[in-house]
């Protein structure tokens, strides 16, 4: 018998609702769906994102959304430039947290980058840019659209300033802002700050942890600006907030 051709099995990320649904699909982390039907991009078969992981963001919003770490295979199909990818098979391996969505965009990132010359090995990324800082002390900063900036080490600085961009804190003391159109902001490590300040931002923090919002109207222009401390007045940990246009806090909607 001769060599039969080896399945493609690629992993990839799949955003979900809170339920871990998907187009009213119900999906489960550590089981194995198939489609029946045609496979094909945009069309039919279980989608996911291949390429710059932070990209699946265009689909499922950080503030109200599940992601899991996926395997796709059988048919598989792409379409164009876009990263999705249909699947006849999918298996959910894990599930992804902000924190891991950012890890796995820094990866990705670092991972097709090239150095400046030999001696200083300078990246740049101007569209889904990732910036990681884990010493303490130290600063990330991502400018670029879809961008994420992750500060792990105590008393650390995390900002994203472009449109749909992510920024995370984890070390104790530290601070999150993420100022583009509908970013993110978490701040989970001890007595640290979480700050949306662009249009339909969002914020998140642990126990103790502040969050800033602010309301902007279709013009951009600031209506309210709130704070808040995680654990009063209603304000609950591990999710996110946004302000409505009464200047009033409420957990972030799926988009």
């Keep these: 018998m001769g060599d039969q051709k080896q ?25 194995t769906y198939e489609h029946e039907g045609k496979v094909e991009a945009c069309k039919g078969g279980f989608h996911a994102i291949e390429g710059y992981p932070l990209e699946v963001f265009d689909y499922y919003p950080p503030a109200s959304s599940k992601f899991a770490s996926v395997e796709q295979s059988g048919d598989l199909s792409r379409e164009g430039e876009d990263s999705k990818v249909a699947s006849r098979k999918i298996t959910l391996k894990a599930e992804l947290n902000f924190h891991g969505l950012i890890k796995a965009a820094i990866e990705y ?14 990246f740049s990324d101007k569209e889904n840019g990732a910036a990681s800082s884990t010493g303490d002390y130290g600063a990330a900063s991502s400018t670029g659209n879809r961008g994420a900036a992750s500060s792990t080490g105590n008393r650390g600085a995390a900002s994203s300033t472009g449109n749909r961009g992510a920024a995370s804190s984890t070390g104790d003391y530290g601070a999150a802002s993420s100022t583009g159109y509908q970013g993110a902001a978490s701040s989970t490590g001890k007595n640290s700050v979480a700050m949306a300040s662009g249009y339909a931002g969002r914020a998140m923090g642990a126990d ?34 946004q302000l409505e246009a009464d200047g009033e806090f409420v957990e972030a909607a799926e988009q």
Aim: aromatic share 14%; charged share 25%; with cysteine.
């Design 208 to 241: 103790g942890c502040a969050i800033f919002l602010v309301y902007r109207d279709d013009d951009y222009n600031i209506v309210h600006a709130r704070a808040a401390i995680v654990g009063r007045d209603g304000i609950k940990a591990g999710v996110y907030y």
């Design 109 to 122: 990132t670092f991972s097709r980058a090239n150095p400046v010359d030999k001696e200083t090995p300078a």
């Design 7 to 31: 399945e493609e099995v690629i992993t990839s990320i799949k955003g979900f609702d809170q339920n871990w649904q998907c187009r009213g699909f119900q999906f489960e982390i550590g089981k």
